[in-house]
């Protein structure tokens, strides 16, 4: 199924690529992120164009590309290649992927294919969940573990936002583990926060994985594990911002889960790939 981002035409030039990859398979409670990249896809032509903070329309200046919404191998394994083969894809036709899960477990696939092109490529992680147990309900690669399998491959994370996390994932923190700024620790002093993250970014190649669950559930409410105390938009926007000075290679969105009648979290989805497109657009002039 072919629907694109903003309903507009695939930009002949494009310099970024909408691959949706609708697979969940190890959700644990609130199912239905597979739903989430048609549903984005469905309300962004609702989004405005033009981006009133940059003066940018960023279909015009750096153009989308839609891959089709393809359904997904049930198997994580077969799934996990069917990425890498997207990932590819993309990259050869140099857009910028942007991933639209799904449930977190993709981030997997891309990251571990862009690190093929990208030897020293840092992952800057927003989430509520710190994704670090050594397995989860019997599994050893899923949702709730694929950043702990990233570290494991020597991939420099920063988890940002955190507010949820296992007694085993807090003791394994203080042996070894990704950075974390804790979401109580980014709300009492939010420059300091951005001061870390941009340490980190340095100029290194980024991927930016966004669970939308990273955001507060009152803007936010349509994800299957809602947790007080998240980012607000205004601390979003500062971070992308950021991030889109730095040495941006890849990004994905996951985490979705559309509420029926209630658009608006892959209505927000949508707003946040239109902002970061424009402060990309802004940052590359």
């Known amino acids: 199924m ?6 507009l035409p695939d930009h002949p030039k494009a ?12 959700t644990t409670w609130l199912k239905g992120t597979s739903q989430a ?13 033009f981006d009133e903070e940059t003066g940018i329309c960023p279909h015009k200046e750096l153009g989308f590309h839609t891959y089709p919404v393809e359904e997904y191998p049930l198997d994580l394994k077969k799934a996990l290649s069917k990425i890498e083969r997207k990932t590819k894809s993309a990259l050869e ?16 696939g891309s990251v571990m294919t862009l690190k093929q092109y990208y030897p020293g490529l840092r992952v800057l992680h927003l989430d509520a969940h710190l994704d670090f147990r050594r397995e989860y309900l019997g599994s050893k690669l899923n949702h709730a573990t694929v950043m702990r399998h990233l570290h494991e491959q020597g991939i420099s994370i920063l988890s940002v936002g955190i507010r949820a996390l296992s007694e085993e994932e807090y003791l394994d923190l203080q042996v070894d583990g990704p950075r974390v ?18 340490t980190f970014l340095g100029d ?29 938009w205004q601390q979003l926007l500062e971070i992308l911002k950021l ?10 969105i996951v985490e979705t889960r559309p509420l029926p009648g ?9 707003k946040i790939i239109l902002k970061f497109t424009s402060y990309l657009a802004k940052s590359s002039k």
């Open 2 to 7: 072919k629907i694109t981002f903003l309903g």
């Open 15 to 26: 310099r970024v690529a909408l691959i949706p990859v609708p697979f969940e398979q190890t």
């Open 37 to 49: 990249p048609l549903e984005i896809l469905k309300v962004s032509p609702n989004l405005e164009f």
């Open 93 to 108: 036709s140099q857009f910028l992927p942007i991933f639209l899960g799904g449930e977190h477990t993709i981030s997997f």
């Open 181 to 198: 700024i804790f979401a109580k620790d980014l709300h009492e002093n939010f420059g300091a926060a951005l001061d870390q993250i941009k």
């Open 204 to 232: 290194c190649p980024i991927y930016l994985s966004l669970d939308m669950d990273a955001l507060d559930p009152s803007i936010a409410p349509g994800v299957g594990t809602p947790e007080p105390g998240g980012l607000n």
């Open 243 to 252: 991030i889109s000075k730095g040495t941006i290679v890849g990004m994905d």
């Open 262 to 270: 209630y658009p608006f979290t892959e209505f927000l989805a949508g």
